[in-house]
Nanobody, 125 residues
Framework: QVQLVESGGGLVQAGGSLRLSCAASGRTFNSLSMGWFRQAPGKEREFVGGISRVGERTSYAEPVKGRFTISRENAKNSVYLQMNSLKPEDTAVYYC??????????????????WGQGTQVTVSS
């Protein structure tokens, strides 16, 4: 079992920044590929970005490319999502997710085995 706990969400004005954190436990962290997803009210959960097991590769959804950055610190069992130049359309509950096998960064929710409880990000205009 893998437990994931997100933190760092909140209310921010458009153009501002937030950094989300996700702390993992229950499994050797560098055996996990990690992803960030988000879900806005009335919409399906969507891929934001992902990072490979040791952080050498990242992948981002088009709407966030150039604004969001994913990183990880395996020594701290943590993955981060730095969000800059935030827009009102970034408002959503943000989830981190872990995949326990393979080396590819997947953008589908079905590819991930464990999920955090989510943290709310609200961007005001």
């Amino acid at each position: 079992q893998v437990q994931l706990v997100e933190s760092g969400g909140g209310l921010v004005q458009a153009g501002g920044s937030l950094r989300l954190s996700c702390a993992a436990s229950g499994r050797t962290f560098n055996s996990l590929s990690m992803g960030w997803f988000r879900q806005a009210p009335g919409k399906e959960r969507e891929f934001v970005g992902g990072i490979s097991r040791v952080g050498e590769r990242t992948s981002y959804a088009e709407p966030v490319k150039g604004r969001f950055t994913i990183s990880r610190e395996n020594a701290k069992n943590s993955v981060y999502l730095q969000m800059n130049s935030l827009k009102p359309e970034d408002t959503a509950v943000y989830y981190c997710a872990a995949r326990t096998y393979g080396y590819t960064i997947y953008d589908s929710t079905t590819a991930y085995d464990y999920w955090g409880q989510g943290t709310q990000v609200t961007v005001s205009s």
